[in-house]
């Protein structure tokens, strides 16, 4: 039985990941940590009470739950602060908020490997768009034109998503397409992400609505690609696949996609 402590446990992800905590075989909820401390997380959660309380600190949270592994949904701006704490606990961590920059991610490699950690950090746990990243590797030596747009509500906090900078990291290696147009406004043919356009769409969808649209092309054809996700419900097997076979990672592990957990 696999000890789980939630960050984040209050917000749209966080529920739906201690409801899953809760109802899924071979996990047990050690605790949680959000802005509603000392509220039952089970209520929280749309649940009964299940005598479990939101912590008031996370470090004390998670050194009085005697956790197995973290779950953090919370926000970029408290991210790294947060790993700071799963470092020195040593603790095994499945993390789904994105935001963090490149230089970030240089930092947080260099934790994972000193430290001898095991974490997930992964910009979108839905399948759906893991299987079409998959998809993108294959066939992208042969559309050097791409193009990725996500759609979300106004009050998505990034722009772009983290989906959409990972889908333009995965593609950013292969042939690119001449554009001759020149920019009258900057940033009208996308914003660069590794070399990607990348556009961002903001507009009055019902949250948690997202979208990202791939655009492939060569000459005579063109592919395109839409993911639309209507819940985040989608991202928990995802979450699951992934909080299951972690601990069976090498020491040092710090997986950046679903396909390294096959």
């Known amino acids: 039985m696999r000890r789980v402590f939630v960050s984040g446990a209050s917000g749209n992800v966080g529920r739906l990941v201690v ?6 075989d071979g996990f047990e909820l050690a605790g949680g940590f959000c802005r509603e401390c000392g509220e039952d997380l089970g209520t929280l959660a749309g649940l009964p009470p299940i005598g479990i309380k939101a912590s008031a600190t996370l470090r004390d949270g998670l050194e009085n739950s ?3 592994m973290v779950i953090d949904f919370t926000s970029a701006t408290v991210l790294m602060a947060n790993l700071e704490i799963y470092a020195d606990l040593g603790l095994d961590a499945v993390i789904g908020t994105t ?15 000193e430290r001898g950690l095991r974490w997930a950090i992964i910009s979108n746990y839905g ?10 590797s294959q066939v992208r030596p042969y559309y050097p034109y791409v193009s990725i747009t996500d759609r979300h ?7 772009p998503s983290g989906t959409a900078a990972m889908l333009a990291h995965s593609v950013s290696e292969g042939p690119e397409g001449a554009v001759e147009s020149r920019e009258v406004y900057e940033g009208v043919l996308g914003a660069k992400i590794a070399g990607i356009p990348v556009h961002s769409e903001r507009l009055p969808y019902p949250a948690p609505f997202s979208e990202h649209e ?6 005579d054809e063109i592919i395109r690609i839409t993911i639309s996700d209507f819940t985040s419900e989608i991202y928990m097997d995802g979450v699951f696949l992934a909080a299951e076979r972690l601990p069976f990672m090498p020491p040092g592990t710090l997986a950046r996609s679903l396909s390294e957990f096959k």
């Open 66 to 68: 005697r956790a197995d």
């Open 99 to 113: 935001g963090l920059s490149d230089e970030d991610f240089a930092k947080v490699e260099s934790l994972v490997k």
């Open 214 to 219: 791939i655009v492939l092309g060569r000459k």
């Open 127 to 136: 399948l759906g768009i893991n299987l079409v990243k998959e998809f993108l």
């Open 19 to 24: 409801r899953n905590v809760i109802e899924r």
């Open 153 to 159: 509500h106004p009050g998505m906090a990034n722009a």
